[in-house]
């Protein structure tokens, strides 16, 4: 199985300042298609996980463009720029390139 | 307005049998993959298989760690995903999600199964 390890395991961030999250791959995500099958979700506290990038660097629908991702074929970044209060929770990235698709074990964001 | 809402939760012993049901509205159902995916309590989620789309065949996928025990289907006039659970254990204790699509686009609000004596 691929393995996906995520860093820091938390983060704490004062409102209006950047956050990055690391996400790096036991093996390319980077399909024979050259699609880059890297995903980032958002787990609000009490609440299903929700898309914010597809593909690596694609903005969901209705994700605000404070969020950015970006990366390598084994390595990626999720960017939050200016957080806000409601950008607090867990976030996962997940890869899609091959069954059994895979997590990684997801970074805690909090606000200072 | 896209929805999809679980059911069929609830505490079973250890080798039970359990279905799950996700009923879906909004969409048309029959374009879009479905998966099956679950959360522990306080760990991250795990997917656990898949059923492709009409113009797929409506095929499956599963977690090696599930395959066997736990089967995917589709009621397409019903626009219903199912997740039957078979021989449960304790570790299967968790959360459990479906969610739309290539990109897990949507998710349900979730469903808690229990497997405890």
């Known amino acids: 199985d691929i393995v996906l390890t995520q860093a820091p395991l938390s983060v704490s961030v004062t409102p209006g300042e950047s956050a990055s999250i690391s996400c790096r791959s036991s093996k390319s995500l980077l399909s024979s298609k050259g699609i880059t099958s890297l995903y980032w979700y958002l787990q609000k506290p009490g609440k299903s996980p929700q898309l914010l990038i597809y593909?690596?660097?694609n903005l969901a629908s209705g994700v605000p463009d404070r969020f950015s991702g970006s990366g390598s074929e084994t390595d990626f970044t999720l960017k939050i720029s200016k957080v806000e209060t409601e950008d607090v929770g867990v976030y996962y990235c997940?890869?899609?390139?091959?069954?059994?698709?895979?997590f990684g074990a997801g970074t805690k964001l909090e606000l200072k | 307005e896209v929805k999809l809402l679980e059911s069929g939760g609830g505490l079973v012993q250890p080798g039970g049998s359990l279905r799950l049901s996700c009923a879906a509205s909004g969409f048309t159902f029959t374009d879009f993959y479905m998966s099956w995916i679950r959360q522990p309590p306080g760990k991250a989620p795990e997917w656990l298989g898949v059923?492709?789309?009409?113009?797929?065949?409506?095929?499956?996928e599963y977690n090696p760690s599930v395959k066997g025990r736990f089967t995917i289907s589709r009621d397409n006039t019903q626009n219903i995903l199912y997740l039957q659970m078979n021989t449960l254990r304790a570790k299967d204790t968790a959360i459990y999600y479906c969610?739309?699509?290539?990109?897990?686009?949507?998710w349900g609000q979730g469903v808690m199964v229990t497997v405890s004596s």
């Open positions: 969610a739309r699509g290539g990109s897990w686009d949507y």
């Open positions: 059923i492709r789309n009409k113009a797929n065949g409506y095929t499956t």
């Open positions: 997940a890869q899609f390139l091959e069954y059994p698709y895979t």
């Open positions: 593909r690596m660097s």
